[in-house]
């Protein structure tokens, strides 16, 4: 099938799943030592089709080789490892302590796969945001069908190639098609569902699991607040929030999405993120090598129309601003004094478009932080350690990161995910494993008489005694 351009048929959907859960238990048997070679492989394989992988990106919306290389090969790569190097004790049981009422037990936690797994992918990070968490799905033993988006062919392309050498279809499968693949993977009873998207859709996700009561874990959007107070280092400031937010050209999920600036310091901030902004991309960002473009007419025309509509509303171009409708391309722009009901201040960006709004106290960021929705993720610039406190303890997010842009996702110790509107459960390392794995309670007798032998009826005066004293004493 030539990539994204056809749904993959209902029928041949089905026969990939049923071929999966007959396959299931046999995939689930895989050892520490096998899943690790399959990882292994899957190292060495990404590596071999680096250029591929990056042409392919280039394609889809000439996204900067070197950008592929960090944002893309490496954090898969950096999750294989990472899952190499801690898999065994992860797939050991985990000893947990025993109450002193059931003395003479033994229990623990025996992780095991949930089964057939379905990962559904956007297309912003798309070779990152389909492979990583496969890493995990396979890592817990899982059997997987991953669909990644329809509007990114070329990556959909070389990850279908790459999955078709490293795999059989009945342990992990690739399936490409649009909106209607989707639905008919939906309509599958699978064991879990790992959706990576809008919230809007994830709903829609959700409610297909209930019907099979499949666990899901939602990696969502939404619109992630910055906040720089007046005791903030301007000038790195400037340079983490410029990157920040204009790598992938806005087009991330933990992009700082709108500014929130200390009006003491607003205008050198502005001046210092223009000046960032231009030594990172010259006076004519079109040029430069460096600047993807918006992956298709629809998000171009929705970030153009957006941006028209807070400019019309009074909104000040403090830099950028110029469009090309040819070429999808949008200057990395920065606005203030912005409508608070513009697009730009109710809708997620998802583009190169930074808006900016000044406060006069802490306490009025956070109010208006807290009147959304709680983000995917907030970044806090402060020198003050009761600002932060006071930032982390009054507010909610799904991660957070202090004096720098998106590297909180990096950090491979960390769970990543959301809070309700921008997600549901955690990936990444050991979260990742958890999230594709049932965590089985065992519980083990040991001794040959157990304390509720103790109490079965018939009830007396002696039993009732013992409960007297379990429940003041234990
Ligand atoms: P999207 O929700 O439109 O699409 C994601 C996937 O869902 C695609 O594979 C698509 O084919 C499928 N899909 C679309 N409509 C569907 C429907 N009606 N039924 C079933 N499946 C459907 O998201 P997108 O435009 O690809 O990505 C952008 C969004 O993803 C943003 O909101 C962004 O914040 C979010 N995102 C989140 C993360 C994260 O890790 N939390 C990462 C990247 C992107």
């Known amino acids: 099938m030539t990539a994204g351009t056809t749904d993959t048929s209902r029928q041949e959907i089905r026969r990939i799943f049923e071929a999966q859960r007959a396959n299931q238990a046999a995939v689930a048997k895989a050892t520490a030592r096998e899943r690790i070679a399959k990882l292994r492989r899957l190292h060495k394989t990404l590596l071999h089709y680096r250029q591929e992988i990056r042409d392919a990106l280039y394609k889809d919306f000439q996204k900067p080789p070197l950008e592929v290389d960090l944002t893309e090969i490496y954090i898969i790569t950096s999750e294989i490892k990472h899952t190499i190097r801690n898999l065994r004790r992860w797939m050991k049981p985990q000893n947990v302590g025993t109450p002193l009422p059931l003395l003479g037990s033994r229990s623990y936690i025996q992780y095991q796969p949930k089964g057939v797994v379905l990962i559904i992918a956007p297309w912003n990070f798309p070779v990152n945001l389909t492979f990583t968490p496969m890493v995990s799905a396979i890592a817990a033993g899982n059997c997987v069908m991953l669909k990644p988006s329809e509007n990114t062919p070329h990556s959909s392309a070389i990850m279908a190639k790459i999955v078709e050498e490293l795999f059989p279809e009945n342990e992990v499968a690739l399936v490409e098609g649009a909106v209607e693949t989707s639905k008919a993977l939906l309509d599958l009873p699978f064991n ?82 223009s000046r960032h902004l231009n030594a990172s991309y010259g006076e004519a960002p079109q040029n430069s090598p460096d600047y993807p473009r918006i992956v298709n007419r629809h998000h171009f025309e929705r970030v153009k129309a957006s941006l028209q509509e807070a400019l019309e509303k009074g909104a000040r171009a403090v830099i950028g601003g110029q469009m090309d409708d040819a070429s999808r391309f949008i200057a990395p722009t920065v606005v203030a004094e912005i409508a608070q009901d513009s697009r730009l201040m109710t809708e997620e960006i998802f583009g190169p478009v930074l808006p900016v709004i000044g406060f006069r106290s802490l306490q009025e ?26 930032v982390l303890n009054h507010t909610r997010a799904g991660t957070t990161c202090i004096n720098n842009s998106l590297l909180q996702f990096n950090n491979i110790n960390l769970p990543f995910g959301g809070d309700n509107n921008s997600g549901i459960g955690k990936s990444h390392g050991w979260f990742g494993f958890e999230a594709f794995s049932n965590a089985r309670s065992v519980y083990q007798q040991i001794w040959p008489l157990s304390t509720a032998d103790l109490l079965r009826p018939p009830y007396n005066a002696w039993k009732q005694k013992l409960a007297d004293w379990t429940l003041k004493w234990l």
């Open 365 to 390: 960021a956070i109010d208006r932080i807290n009147s959304r929705e709680k983000p995917l993720a907030l970044y806090l610039f402060s020198k003050n350690r009761k600002n932060i406190r006071q």
């Open 192 to 273: 879990h569902i790992f959706f990576t998207g809008s919230p809007a859709v994830g709903k829609i996700v959700m409610q297909a699991a209930a019907k099979n009561l499949a666990s899901v874990t939602l990696e969502l959007g939404g619109k992630s607040p910055t906040i720089v107070d007046e005791t903030a280092d301007l000038e790195k400031a400037a340079a983490r929030i410029a990157w920040g937010k204009h790598v992938n050209m806005g087009q991330t999920c933990i992009a700082p999405d709108y500014l929130l600036v200390h009006e003491s310091c607003k205008e050198e901030l502005l001046k210092k993120i």
